[in-house]
C-alpha cells in the first residue's frame, strides 16, 4: 500500500530547508572603508553550493557501497532517495552553471 503524502509534513520540510538554505548564506565581509550593504558574495554561495553537492554525491556513493557490500543497516531505500538527490542536486548546479554561462556570452556579445 502505498502512503499518502501528508502536506503539513511536507510544508514543514520544506519550511526547514529554506531556514537551513538562509542561514548558508553569509554576508562578505566588510573591508576598510565600505559599508554594510547586506550584499552576499556569489562566488562564495556557488562554492558552497558545489561543496553541498560534493557531500550529496560522497555519502550517496558511500551507501551504495554499503548497500553492495550488504550491511544490514542500509536498506534500498535509503541508497535510492540518496542517488535521487545527488542526482537532482547535480542537475540543479549544471543547470545554473548554463545560465551563467549564457549570460556571461550575451554581456560579451554587448557593443560597448
Not at 538562509?22 to 573591508?31: E, R
Not at 554561495?45 to 551504495?64: H, I, P, R, T, Y
Not at 537532482?88 to 548546479?93: C, I
Amino acid at each position: 500500500m502505498i502512503n499518502a503524502i501528508d502536506p503539513n509534513q511536507l510544508l514543514t520540510q520544506m519550511r526547514a530547508l529554506q531556514a537551513q538554505a538562509s542561514d548558508s548564506v553569509k554576508p562578505l565581509p566588510m573591508q576598510e572603508g565600505q559599508q554594510n550593504s547586506g550584499r552576499v558574495d556569489f562566488s562564495q554561495v556557488m562554492q558552497n553550493a558545489v561543496g553541498q553537492v560534493n557531500e550529496l554525491q560522497k555519502s550517496s556513493g558511500d551507501l551504495k557501497t554499503a548497500f553492495e557490500m550488504g550491511d544490514p543497516n542500509v536498506n534500498l531505500v535509503d541508497v535510492m532517495i540518496a542517488s535521487q538527490k545527488a542526482s537532482v542536486a547535480f542537475e540543479a548546479t549544471l543547470q545554473v552553471r548554463n545560465k551563467m554561462v549564457e549570460a556571461y556570452q550575451e554581456v560579451m556579445r554587448m557593443s560597448i
